[in-house]
Each structure stands twice: as structure tokens, then as C-alpha cells.
């Protein structure tokens, strides 16, 4: 079982909706991460968030809006999203930003329409 | 810059056969190395890593073990079972970001 808990597991949204997928971890980690997956492709990293502040932002366009509200909990905000985001959105979190052992969760699969 | 080099897949085999993924990787430093897991439907986990030269990674029956000479982590199983169908991805992680880069996966499929 994850630690990692991703809601919905599934998203179908037309290019005018606004949408939120969220991500939630217990573990006491205070690095948070969100990925892209295509199919048959690996994760590409989209934000880090260290300590609830953004770290890293991957040249993402802006209509993907990170959030981390407290240490527990992740959102990604989307807003007139085009066909080709259709992917799988992967949550992750670690013990800190110093380390490469990752726990994702799994996954939010969103199709835009 | 760092990368992770993977062999290309499907990779499939009969249930009980011996596996081996290969994986290598360019890094200006010294990174840990890691192997996750993928299954079908689900996000990836972590399946072992290794954090400095000969150190070995095992879980579940796999193994990998960290080559510096050969810059390699190439990840083995004696004898594969049906519900090890999944894609694996190795990765490196290294000082200064320490996000993992990842390789671009290898499918194992493995028969009855």
C-alpha cells in the first residue's frame, strides 16, 4: 500500500474547466514533487516543493498552478489545459530535497478533451 | 550532465528464466544509484538502491550492484515470476539537486 495518496484516480476535463488534482503523505517528508508520465515514456519532473516553498519549477506553462497549503498536502491547479496534457500526474515525496529515494503515489490519469 | 542509459525493451521471458536489465550512467560525481519499479496501473516504487561503489541492492529476489569501474547498475533476478511484469526504471540521484534522473524504462514481460 502507498503512503502516498493521489485523488481522483481519474479526471476528464474539457479545455475551458478548472480542475485540482491533490496529493496527501503522513510520512513526516518535507520535500513534495510533482510528475508527467506519457505512456511508455519515464516521469518528467513538473515542481518541488522543500519545507512549503517552491523549490523547483520546471519551465511549466502556467496553466498548471502548484499549491502546498502545509507539510501533508499537494495541489496542482489546472486551468484551460490542452489535448496533449492528457498523462499520468504523479505525486512523490522524500524525506528532504538531499536525496533521491522517492515514494510516489499512484497517480492521477487525466484526459483533457 | 548526468544521464541513465537502459536497455531498450520488451523484454520477455518464461516464467522461472534469469533476468538482467541493463542500466549505465554518466555523472561528474559520485551518485547513488536506484532501481524502481512500475506495475501496470500504478505509480512507481522504490525496488533498491545502492549508495556507493560495490555496494549491492536487493529486494524481493532482485540484485543490482553498484560498478564504478564500469559506470553500471544492472539489475538481476535468478528466476522471474509472471507478477514481475512491470516497467523498471533505474535512476541516479547526485549531490547539489539530488533529483533522480531516470532512465527511459525497460518493459519485462514474462510468461507462464
Known amino acids: 500500500d502507498t503512503e502516498v495518496t493521489q485523488t481522483p484516480k481519474h479526471l476528464v476535463m474539457g479545455m475551458t474547466n478548472k480542475k485540482s488534482l491533490k496529493c496527501e503523505q503522513h510520512m513526516g517528508h518535507r520535500a513534495m514533487y510533482w510528475y508527467k508520465q506519457k505512456a511508455k515514456k519515464p516521469p518528467e519532473l513538473m515542481f518541488v516543493y522543500s519545507y512549503e516553498k517552491l523549490s523547483i519549477n520546471e519551465s511549466v506553462p502556467s496553466r498548471f498552478s502548484p499549491e502546498c497549503p502545509n507539510s501533508s498536502l499537494l495541489n496542482l491547479h489546472l486551468h484551460a489545459l490542452q489535448p496533449e496534457d492528457s498523462a499520468l500526474y504523479l505525486c512523490?515525496?522524500?524525506?528532504?530535497?538531499?536525496?533521491?529515494?522517492?515514494?510516489f503515489g499512484e497517480g492521477s490519469r487525466l484526459t483533457v478533451l | 550532465g548526468n544521464s541513465v542509459t537502459q536497455m531498450e525493451g520488451p523484454v520477455t521471458l518464461s516464467e522461472e528464466a534469469f533476468l538482467t536489465i541493463n542500466c549505465t550512467y554518466t555523472?561528474?560525481?559520485?551518485?547513488?544509484l536506484f532501481w524502481y519499479v512500475q506495475y501496470p496501473g500504478e505509480g512507481l516504487q522504490l525496488l533498491l538502491k545502492?549508495?556507493?561503489?560495490?555496494d549491492k541492492g536487493s529486494n524481493k529476489g532482485f540484485e543490482a550492484t553498484y560498478r564504478k569501474e564500469t559506470t553500471s547498475f544492472h539489475l538481476e533476478k535468478g528466476s522471474v515470476q509472471v507478477s514481475d511484469s512491470a516497467v523498471y526504471f533505474c535512476?541516479?540521484?547526485?549531490?547539489?539537486?539530488?533529483?533522480?534522473?531516470f532512465g527511459r524504462g525497460t518493459s519485462l514481460i514474462v510468461h507462464p
Open positions: 535512476a541516479l540521484s547526485e549531490g547539489g539537486s539530488y533529483i533522480p534522473t
Open positions: 512523490a515525496s522524500s524525506r528532504g530535497q538531499d536525496t533521491g529515494e522517492l515514494f
Open positions: 555523472a561528474t560525481g559520485y551518485p547513488s
Open positions: 545502492a549508495t556507493k561503489a560495490d
